[in-house]
């Protein structure tokens, strides 16, 4: 009798670990065939600059042709200033910032980034999240004139969810 339970108990200890692994096996083709569709564009290049705040720079029609083009990183905060004098600003630091020790008396203020896309015809896509390193401090995420989102913080990562925002593929789109 102790044998035969033994038996059973070990047949029975086979036959869960097969259906487990039934179970499992989907899952897991599933995980990888996900990994192998995602797709990572890094967004580094082109973008288009311009320092102060520009009525209506959020919508995809406005005409950027004579902003500053640029890779990213950047941080204009640390550029050098234009019209500098002496003893008042040395590179980018002036004695006349707003935020003095606060912000290492670099100039403080509003500025743009914007970059047009497309997406490719031929790539399906499910979800399109946009991430970003790090913005400095009161951000906002404009996607073909609709607001993304709002990040508060400075030089903190966060991503947006933009899929409802964009366009068909092989549509333009404005960020």
Known sequence: MEIKWRRQKKQSKIFSHILLFVFLLPVFIACQQQKQARTEILFDDD??????DVEGAESPLFNDDSWRTLDLPHDWSIENLPNQEPDNVVGPFSRE???ATATGYTVVGTAWYRKTFTLDKDKRFNQTIINFDGVYMN????????LAGIQPYGYTAF?????????????????
């Open 47 to 52: 973008w288009k600059f311009q320092l102060g």
């Open 97 to 99: 910032s707003i935020g």
């Open 139 to 146: 951000s906002e995420v404009w996607v073909n004139g609709k």
């Open 159 to 175: 991503q947006f969810d933009i899929t409802e925002l964009l366009n068909a593929p092989g549509q333009p789109n404005v960020l």
